[in-house]
């Protein structure tokens, strides 16, 4: 029967393929921190004032109490008395000069740092890290 439809089809085939995941475990890794403390001498410069006085002798007559004065770093203090005479005088019997000095010292003052350092360890697949290695191996670390 040359005219039957079904002798002229030819099949088809189609392949498919399907891609899966799989875990594989290929080493393992330890890693560890060290914490250490680091000593410092840390350089500082401190100021301080220190303050000398004078008495200064004048036994000089006024006829008002003078001011208290600065001129520069010197501040002059005036120390006044009534003297009874005949009649009442005012005399300027000192001054008080006060004198600001400023020095300055470098100094070192101690501190303490912290630092972190990391050490890795590589462990192949088929060595594991909580097994405990063969004497060789303990003589190559």
């Not at 060290?34 to 840390?42: F, G, K, P, R």
């Not at 400023?102 to 972190?116: F, G, L, M, Y």
């Amino acid at each position: 029967m040359p005219d039957d439809p079904r002798t002229d089809m030819l099949p088809l085939v189609e392949e498919q393929l399907s891609v899966t995941k799989q875990r594989v475990l290929t080493g393992r890794v330890r890693i560890a921190t060290q914490t250490e403390t680091i000593d410092h001498l840390l350089p500082a410069e401190l100021t301080r004032e220190e303050v000398e006085v004078v008495r200064v002798p004048v036994d000089r007559r006024l006829d008002s109490v003078p001011d208290m004065t600065t001129e520069g770093d010197l501040t002059i203090i005036p120390v006044v008395e009534e003297r009874l005479v005949v009649s009442r005088e005012l005399y300027l019997r000192e001054e008080i000069h006060v004198r600001r000095i400023t020095r300055r010292d470098s100094v070192e003052i101690p501190a303490q740092t912290r630092r972190q350092s990391v050490q890795v360890e590589r462990f192949p697949e088929t060595l594991d890290p909580n097994q405990t290695s063969s004497k060789d191996d303990q003589d190559d670390l």
